[in-house]
């Protein structure tokens, strides 16, 4: 049941955050600002778990001047989680709490701004909020740097990630091509992408001519073979004096292991916290008589703000607007995706999907996205990845310390109106 | 014995390469050119060992479009090397080379641009040819990312390493503050500088407030405690839900070991190869039960031109520049360096330094720059690092690819003269 045009707002985010979920928040913030005084917007500190703690960051108690850098601003302005909601037949409370708290503030408007597990989260919201006849518009707002969530053709976070690793393979390659006569003759980048290769992929856009670097691409989706990776480095470093590799931290032995993992315990949703894969590789080369240097990003990758695409920036901030237009016409239960309309001249709009479709599915790299040998991504993935690292969208910097200016939130509580809960 | 005006110019590039060295090139280049086309300038292929070889790439046969693209453009564009000259007096071999390879290509003016090790070369060659009463021009142009360079201020291709590495802590510091609710809460940065932590000391420009990350340095002039170290993070993801670190890839134990070593068998001149710090610490900090992210910068850090400082590459071209105006007037032994005259506003001049006093020399981050508890820098260094990351000098972007323009050289050599020489 929706809830129509009536209602206050409530925005959160989830999941591993990026250089452009901000961007998205902001596109809805100043769209539901733009519709006038009357409506409250606020955010959930972090995600889902501060709308069942009743924390609510009131947007209108930010200085305004602030809240205009958060399109430019890293990071996930009012705080993220990982946090699994329970399937509501097992557990109803957490569902009863969020009623509680929507009614306490006049929340007519919900959205999530995640993955994979936080579009699940949304569904299962979505759905219970139906069954019980309340009106809820409750609608995702898609994001993971990974590329791999289901129902978008690109998902807002990837073409930043995917612009700082193709500049940085770029920059990089000039390093070690000129290091090579006499030192360094190997250069291993480690990237994420836990399952899917997109980010992995996204090295190959440093290519200006068919012979540059990165020379070998290691994807999640394919079986690594050490003796085979060993013996491709070794012949690339004959071939022209250095080699770049790209290596997802999520490549797997033929047998299904990982290469690397961190030794954590994984997170709420049981993935094992993966890293040092370029370690792991460098080491394999070493012994192989080649003296290597490594790089493993992490959140460098995705927090990197100050080198994000103009395109991701652009339907980061249009599906936040967007997801206000649509739920001011009583849509629920959708997640906001981009529809490709052509590669070249690039073409897009925003569409809605049905949440169901995409809730916790993960979408790899296709098999047609790969090179016949495995190492390498094939002219059909450089036409779906060139658009979206196109165009610039620098910050401002602050011409007296030479740092972008980012958004400092006060992130201000509303006044709480129920008890405490513990989720 | 100078050359006075006369004769052709060879440059070459030595050492670990920077985002700056070829606007260093790009500065000398430009100023010998716009003396007249009857002088010649040659750079030699991957430095010193490309003078013995008589591999002289010459710059009139590049293309005028991408030889204007060098200043922009990272790495060593004519190759660079590690490679140590013997002692005059053990192997005069090599020098005779340089004789008769400078001799057979009419070279009057000698520009060597590198580090601690290059400038002891750079003097090597200017006392051998002084003794033997050869004109000769010998200038050092000062290069490297670690700041440890004597005889100058600060050193080009650091400004742009603080920059980048100030940017990306800012940028990651959002990134973990916005998970740490619910998942990680701590991320380290391992940042070069092997014996000198002034990149390290970078770290602490994110801040624009005092309790903003990062929280801890680890410097590698002073001894590392795991123990008061896990405590002072413990007690910093209490105080605010997270903690940042940025760690030297030289920190040591009290008893002066590396704490991480690649297993390499070291460079030329017997230098361990570093690199795996952050892992290292952050399995440390997962054994304490805090959920840990960590990234290994390595060249993503060096050959970062995208977020170059942009007092950095107009100081890295003027000491091109200067070079040139210096070697007419019949200097020699000397290498260019940056003298400050002001903290702020931010004034300083170049000036010629004895080579002597330079060759070998390492100039470690200074007692009064590191705190009492040795985790953090003082006011006195902040004053010296903020005006080296001042401006942007972002590089132009192909619109077509959304990827920085960086030169493409042929590298064409000039035809040899000379028999083959093995060095």
């Known amino acids: 049941m929706s809830a129509q045009g009536d209602g206050n707002v409530l925005y959160a985010q989830s999941g591993g955050v990026s250089a452009v979920i901000n961007a998205t928040a902001a596109g809805l913030i100043d769209a539901v600002l733009a519709d006038g005084p ?31 850098l958060l399109h430019q601003t890293p990071g996930g302005a009012f705080g993220s989680c990982r946090f699994k909601l329970p399937d509501a037949d097992q557990d109803e409370r957490p ?21 994979n597990d936080s579009q699940d989260t949304t569904n299962k919201i979505d759905a219970w909020f139906r069954a ?66 997109w980010i992995t ?19 999640p989706e394919v079986a690594f073979d050490p003796g085979d990776f060993i013996a491709r480095v070794r012949s690339q470093v004959e071939r022209s004096g250095y080699c770049v590799v790209v290596a997802s931290e999520g490549i797997r032995t033929a047998e299904g292991e990982f290469l690397a993992a961190a030794g954590g ?46 395109c991701d920036v652009e339907q980061a901030c249009a599906l936040g607007r967007s997801g206000w237009q ?23 709009e925003v569409e809605p999907v049905e949440l169901g479709s995409v809730a916790n599915l993960e979408k790899c790299l296709p098999e047609n996205f790969r090179s016949a040998d495995g190492y390498d991504v094939t002219p059909e993935c450089l036409a779906y990845l060139r658009p979206l690292v196109l165009g610039e969208a620098a910050p401002s910097y602050n011409p007296e310390t030479g740092l972008p200016n980012y958004a400092r939130l006060k992130c201000r509580l509303a006044e709480k109106k129920l008890p405490d809960y513990q989720p």
């Open 38 to 68: 009357e409506r409250k917007i606020f955010a959930a500190r972090n995600g889902i778990l501060g709308a069942l703690q009743e924390e609510l960051i009131d947007i209108a108690a930010e200085d305004p001047a602030e809240l205009a």
């Open 95 to 115: 569902y009863r709490r969020l009623r509680e708290v929507f009614r306490a503030h006049g929340i007519g408007h919900f959205f999530y701004n995640g993955g």
């Open 326 to 348: 649509l739920a001011r016409t009583g849509a629920s239960g959708v997640m906001l995706g981009i529809r490709r309309l052509s590669d070249a001249p690039y073409r897009w």
């Open 201 to 219: 992929a996204a090295g190959a856009l440093a290519r200006s001519a068919p012979e540059d670097a990165p020379h070998l691409l290691l994807f």
């Open 265 to 310: 315990a994984g997170d709420a949703f049981g993935h094992a916290q993966l890293g040092g894969v370029a370690p792991h590789l460098a080491h394999q080369v070493q012994e192989a008589g080649l003296k290597t240097h490594w790089a493993t990003a992490d959140y460098l990758q995705r927090a990197a703000r100050h080198i994000a695409s103009g």
């Open 132 to 197: 019980q006849g309340h009106p809820l518009n409750c609608i995702g707002l898609p994001k993971t740097v990974d590329n791999d969530l289901a129902g978008t053709d690109n998902c807002p976070g990837f073409g930043s990630v995917a612009k700082y690793i193709a500049v940085s393979v770029r920059e990089c390659a000039l390093d070690v091509a000129s290091m090579c006569a006499t030192s360094t003759k190997v250069f291993i980048l480690e990237v994420m992408g836990r399952h899917a290769g």
